[in-house]
């Protein structure tokens, strides 16, 4: 496995191996890598010739009161982990060296960032938006996967590359979870034992809104009330920033629910912030 970090080097190297007929398996992260990000990788290599792996805490994508500085970056035990795995390359580049001194252009998506955590993350998709398109310029992935757990961020890069002509597919992976429901985080790392057990107020109300949509519940009102009133008898400390039921297409809420719907929230645990959602067919 080799480790680039300068953006022109892992150009022409994919620049090569896409003329040399390779196929390019991609997986963009931050780093702190868990068995999520594992399972995108294991699924690249399966369906590719090679796979690259990005690990890089993207400045543009956290606000100012944001965990930029304090986000986990254990560099060396991240590549142990790719190596095991079989990537070919990791790409780690500075924030320097990805927005140059004069750096003036971002990607903004009209409907999409204007729902769920883009209205509480401002500017935060857009960040996403460049940074995934600068990273598929740099590496020329012929397939790049992206994680279910990020369900709004999915669907931008989706519609991105459909609006913008990119040449590479997504394929969206499942939410990889602990034993006991919690979605897999990098920023799981920041709970306390205590918040630990708060965080299962997450799961455990996407998985009440499951049963109820099952038992016929059919309201998205009554299905919020119920999925906050859970999380608040499980975690009396916990700030909810928002609970929705929407159209997984347009993320525009709903009253009621579709034959495929999205249950998603955002949750402070503490003073960490924990995302979650679910799709739910009837
Ligand atoms: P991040 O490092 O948080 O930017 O995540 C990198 C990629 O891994 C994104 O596409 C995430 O959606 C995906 N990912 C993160 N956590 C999980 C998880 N628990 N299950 C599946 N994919 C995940």
Known sequence: MKVIHNPAEMQAVS?????????????????????????????????????????????????????????????????????????????NPSPEEMYTQYYQTFIDLK????????????????????????????????????????????????????????????????IVREKDGLAMSSRNKYLSDKERKDALALSQALQLAEKQVREGERQSGRLIDEMSALIMKIAPSAKIDYVSIADPKTLDDIDRVLPETLVALAVYIGRTRLIDNSLIRI
């Open 15 to 91: 620049n090569s191996l896409r003329s040399s007929g390779k196929t390019i398996g991609f997986v963009p992260t931050m780093g702190a890598l868990h068995e999520g990000h594992l399972s995108l990788v294991r699924k690249a290599l399966k369906q590719n010739d090679l796979v690259v792996v990005s690990i890089f805490v993207n400045p543009t994508q956290f606000g100012p009161n944001e965990d930029f500085t304090k986000y986990p970056r254990p560099f060396e035990a991240d590549c142990a982990l790719l190596e095991k795995e079989g990537a070919a390359f990791v790409f």
């Open 111 to 174: 409907r999409l960032p204007n729902h769920l955590c883009g209205l509480k993350r401002e500017g935060h998709f857009s960040g996403v938006a460049t940074v995934v398109t600068k990273l598929f310029n740099i590496v020329k992935p012929t397939i790049s996967y992206f994680g279910q757990k990020d369900y709004q961020q999915s669907v931008i890069i989706r519609q991105m590359v459909t609006d913008l002509n990119m040449e590479t597919q997504i394929h969206v992976m499942p």
